[in-house]
T-cell receptor, first 109, second 114 residues
Framework: GQNIDQPTEMTATEGAIVQINCTYQ??????LFWYQQHAGEAPTFLSY??LDGLEEKGRFSSFLSRSKGYSYLLLKELQMKDSASYLC??????????WGAGTKLIIKP | IAGITQAPTSQILAAGRRMTLRCTQD?????MYWYRQDLGLGLRLIHY???????GKGEVPDGYSVSRANTDDFPLTLASAVPSQTSVYFC?????????????FGEGSWLTVV
């Protein structure tokens, strides 16, 4: 079966750095997405990786290793507004997105 | 800026009733999707449409139906609601279904079946 694994919950301190990991086993691979979802709101797009390596976008970076079935989202200079759930999703061989359950990130002052 | 509009925002529905969740997008996206999101589970695809006039089944299609008469609208119908259909429903769209195209989400419809 297809599976996306990410930690259920993480806690970090304001101003610090946090890395949220995602491992996947899917039938084919056509890219990996990270989305942010604040409580009670819709998911919003953060990043897309299709080739191995690091993609940097401001305070957020996303890394992909296709051979290891692994990605991480790195958040720097954490702010209270970064408290949210972070969703990892992989597009499989049928171009369908398979979603992880999300990682709830709690930021403490 | 509208993007994707869903209605209703929330609804309490008696079991056995028929319900249609409406979704309209103004971005002229070809592909549209309906997901449900339940606590502890990832978003699960119910139905999708790659272009107007076509629809397909996702991971959890049973008990749901969709139609795509035009580019903008993609309603989701629960023919006879059951309590297990209590969930948050997100309508989404992308330019096409090709890899790399960002999926944009509506604000969600909170449905409680009692």
């Amino acid at each position: 079966g297809q599976n996306i694994d990410q930690p259920t919950e993480m806690t970090a301190t304001e101003g610090a750095i946090v890395q949220i990991n995602c491992t996947y086993q899917t039938s084919g691979f056509n890219g990996l997405f990270w989305y942010q979802q604040h409580a009670g709101e819709a998911p919003t797009f953060l990043s897309y990786n299709v080739l191995d390596g690091l993609e940097e976008k401001g305070r957020f970076s996303s890394f992909l290793s296709r051979s290891k079935g692994y990605s991480y989202l790195l958040l720097k200079e954490l702010q209270m507004k970064d408290s949210a759930s972070y969703l990892c999703a992989v597009k499989d061989s049928n171009y369908q997105l398979i979603w992880g359950a999300g990682t709830k990130l709690i930021i403490k002052p | 800026i509208a993007g994707i509009t869903q209605a209703p925002t929330s609804q309490i529905l008696a079991a056995g009733r028929r319900m249609t969740l409406r979704c309209t997008q103004d971005m002229r996206h070809n592909a549209m999707y309906w997901y449900r999101q339940d606590l502890g589970l990832g978003l699960r695809l119910i139905h999708y449409s790659n272009t107007a006039g076509t629809t397909g089944k996702g991971e959890v299609p049973d008990g749901y139906s969709v139609s795509r008469a035009n580019t903008d609208d993609f309603p989701l119908t629960l023919a006879s609601a059951v309590p297990s259909q209590t969930s948050v429903y997100f309508c989404a769209s992308s330019v096409t279904s090709d890899p790399g195209n960002t999926i944009y989400f509506g604000e969600g419809s909170w449905l409680t079946v009692v």
